[in-house]
């Protein structure tokens, strides 16, 4: 019923920048939060960063500075700019969303991910 898409990632030397965005379609009546996550090698997934719907943010504290989370409600897309990467920001990056369908359920949606490499 939903699908999210991610695009983005990719190769960049340490100190480079990245910009992610996450594209939900489908049968959607409303987005709520819309969150990053991270999932390097061998380590467990990890919030990154996260959005309410009325815009309010939080960051985990390794991206706490370098990292910027923003939605555009009208494109149901969400965003996260990266800059100031070090090579241990690499990891596969997933969106995540809370989404009411239009019948009304809410459930909670994950991108295929996007790999981002931070490296020289």
């Known amino acids: 019923q939903v699908q999210l898409v991610e695009s983005g990632g990719g190769l960049v030397q340490p100190g480079g920048s990245l910009r992610l965005s996450c594209a939900a379609s489908g049968s959607i009546f409303r987005i709520n939060a819309l969150a990053w996550y991270r999932q390097a090698l061998g380590k467990e997934r990890e919030l990154v960063a996260a959005?309410?719907?009325?815009?309010?943010?939080n960051y985990a504290e390794p991206v706490r500075g370098r990292f910027t989370i923003s939605r555009d409600n009208a494109k149901n897309t969400v965003y996260l700019q990266m800059n100031s990467l070090k090579p241990e920001d690499t990891a596969v990056y997933y969106c995540?969303?809370?989404?009411?369908?239009?019948?009304?359920?809410?459930?909670?949606?994950w991108g295929q991910g996007t790999q981002v490499t931070v490296s020289s």
């Open positions: 995540n969303a809370d989404i009411w369908l239009t019948n009304r359920s809410i459930y909670t949606y």
């Open positions: 959005i309410t719907i009325i815009g309010s943010t």
